[in-house]
């Protein structure tokens, strides 16, 4: 078997956690007819039963039903953010490396301050206005920082490919500084930095969750976050609800990871 | 070859000289920060005054809270009175408790945020290098590519997620430890939620030292040392760790922002008094003035640690000052 071959098989194997979450979550919305919102009263914080396999939490709300809601929706709000980052994020990283100057040094001052900025304050800082914020608040909350590794990255890798003896070549040879930058730069820019997606992504997932869990979550509580607050609230009468909560925020998580690990090993060529 | 001392003093002049970016940054930073928590309330669509007495508020109640907030007043003349109000550190009273101003609510909030956070800086930077050093060093053999896993486990295992957990088992379960919003439990309280927020920094600190350490033990000068009869644990922390130290405290300084956010989540999983408690009161109370002063003081701790970090950073390895 070529080593090429046996690279793409681990990098397609690192996908399948991803895969699996995704459609557990996808299989349990839309084969049931769960709802994450509907209260059961009398089922308030009842144990795991055939019918409800996660058990139920504070008024009898489906666990099953919320995570799998959740879970799915966090996927979506990362997958939307991480894409918006990638998309404004490396042309602008790219451009910077190839003016150089005064206008890389401010790039990169500004991605690396907006990539260490608590996420925490950016969001009481902007979700103020709001009365309880929606998921389309918290994709523009979480939009404002996500463009930040991604320049940053595409910033050093460009600079390192700027000065590539093929580029010289390309210039040499009479290519307009526009091919110079599509045809030569940026393909050799977007691999490596599309790495980044799955690492972004799983901190949008953390960061939602989080926000969730000390209350700036979305109105309608359907939140891992807000999970895991119901879950500590009730930890002593109902362990279940706090178990699949933070078993959810892991297996969401170290998915992520370890697609974004996979992508990387593959986009170096390393086995 | 210049001397020691006058090196030394090199050092700390570059280091000054360039911190005058960092701190033209953290102005900005700072103003930018200020700026977003004031027009987002002013600007965007939606009465401040509604968010903040309710819908079914009275139109009387409504005008007195909105000519005592200013907000009657011309954008301009709000948004000066406001920059001056932050310079001046006073941004008026707190909604909630009249009488007492929105910094002195945040002074007070400090102290227990400050020590969770310091204890847990100290206890993650600790706790990581003597994890990047057993995961380097010849005393596990072959097994200290576990503690590189484990480090790598730690480090992708999200706070939000395990901490109610290991409260649960080790608070509530086995009682080891007191619960640390119990006002009963002191120093070991302080000391069980630092350490919770100390392990993904921990983590971080560790990977990065690791690295930063096998980077160190490729140079010559180790294997000097280790013909000359050192032990393996001199070599490697007199000789290869002061050598590594940059990246570590990069990585500290990196990290602060996530560790104000664990601060935060903490602080609300054990109802902890702090920083962050006051914010998510203040936010939920909407009491304006005392967010407003919060948010601004956090970010100015946040963007002074930073500095501090690039001008201990620059001090260690003054190579790279311009």
């Avoid at chain 1, 607050?229 to 279940?240: D, K, L, S, V, Y």
């Avoid at chain 1, 933070?246 to 593959?266: D, F, M």
């Avoid at chain 2, 040392?225 to 990069?250: E, Q």
């Amino acid at each position: 078997m070529s080593r090429e071959g046996a690279v793409r098989r681990r990098a397609l194997a690192a996908l399948v956690p991803l895969t699996v979450v995704f459609l557990l979550s996808a299989g349990a919305v839309l084969g049931s007819d769960r709802s994450p919102t509907r209260l059961a009263l009398r089922l308030s914080w009842a144990a795991p039963t055939a019918a409800r396999p996660f058990g139920s939490g504070d008024a009898g709300i489906d666990v099953l039903a919320v995570v799998s809601h959740a879970t799915l929706s966090a996927l979506g709000l990362a997958a939307v953010v991480s894409v918006f980052g990638f998309v404004v994020g490396t042309p602008l990283g790219t451009s910077a490396a190839l003016r150089g100057g005064a206008v890389e040094r401010f790039t990169l001052r500004a991605a690396d301050l907006v990539q260490a900025f608590p996420t925490f304050l950016l969001a009481l800082a902007v979700l103020s206005a709001v009365k309880q914020p929606t998921r389309v608040h918290l994709a523009g909350l979480f939009a404002l920082s996500s463009w930040a590794p991604f320049a940053r990255l595409s910033l050093v890798q460009a600079r390192a490919i700027a000065g590539a003896p093929f580029v010289e070549a390309a210039r040499a040879l009479g290519a307009t500084e526009t091919r110079v930058v599509f045809d030569h730069v940026l393909p050799n820019v977007l691999a490596p930095v599309a790495v980044q997606l799955g690492t972004a992504a799983a901190g949008v997932v953390l960061g939602e969750t989080a926000l969730g869990f000390v209350g700036l979550g979305p109105a309608d509580g359907v939140s891992l976050g807000v999970l895991l607050e119901q879950g500590t609230a009730g930890m002593i009468r109902a362990p279940h609800v706090l178990v699949a909560g933070a078993a959810a925020v892991i297996a969401v998580s170290a998915s992520l990871q370890t697609a974004s690990e996979g992508l990387r090993r593959w986009a170096t060529r390393e086995g | 070859m210049r001397s020691g001392s006058s090196g030394r003093l090199a050092g700390v002049l570059g280091a000054t000289r360039s911190a005058g970016g960092p701190l033209l940054s953290a102005f900005v930073v700072l103003l930018v920060l200020a700026s977003l928590v004031f027009f987002s309330l002013r600007i965007l669509p939606g009465d401040p005054s509604t968010l903040v007495l309710g819908d079914g508020a009275r139109e009387a109640d409504r005008v007195a809270l909105r000519a005592r907030l200013g907000l009657d007043r011309p954008l301009a003349v709000q948004y000066a009175h406001f920059v001056v109000g932050l310079a001046t550190l006073d941004l008026g009273d707190s909604l909630t408790r009249p009488g007492v101003p929105a910094f002195r609510e945040v002074r007070r909030a400090l102290g227990p945020t400050a020590e969770l956070a310091g204890v847990a800086v100290l206890l993650g930077a600790v706790l990581g290098v003597a994890l990047a050093l057993l995961a380097v060093g010849p005393w596990f053999g072959q097994r200290r590519e576990w503690i590189h896993r484990l480090l790598i486990a730690l480090a992708a295992t999200p706070l939000v997620a395990f901490a109610p957990i290991v409260t649960f088992v080790l608070a509530v379960r086995l009682r080891l430890v007191p619960l640390p919003g119990d006002p009963d439990s002191g120093p070991s309280g302080l000391l069980f939620a630092s350490g919770l927020l100390a392990i993904p920094l921990a983590a971080q600190v560790g990977r990065i030292g690791r690295a930063a350490l096998l980077e160190q033990a490729k140079q010559k000068f180790l294997d000097v040392a280790a013909a000359k009869g050192a032990t393996p644990l001199r070599v490697w922390v007199i000789h290869a760790l002061p050598v590594a130290s940059g990246p570590i405290f990069v990585v500290v300084a990196t990290q602060l922002g996530a560790l104000l956010g664990g601060a935060v989540v903490l602080e609300r999983l054990f109802e902890r008094p702090g920083l962050g408690s006051l914010m998510l009161n203040a936010y939920a109370a909407r009491d304006l003035p005392v967010l407003e002063a919060a948010v601004v003081a956090s970010g100015g701790l946040f963007v002074l640690a930073q500095g501090a970090a690039s001008v201990v950073t620059a001090l260690l390895d003054p190579r790279g000052l311009p």
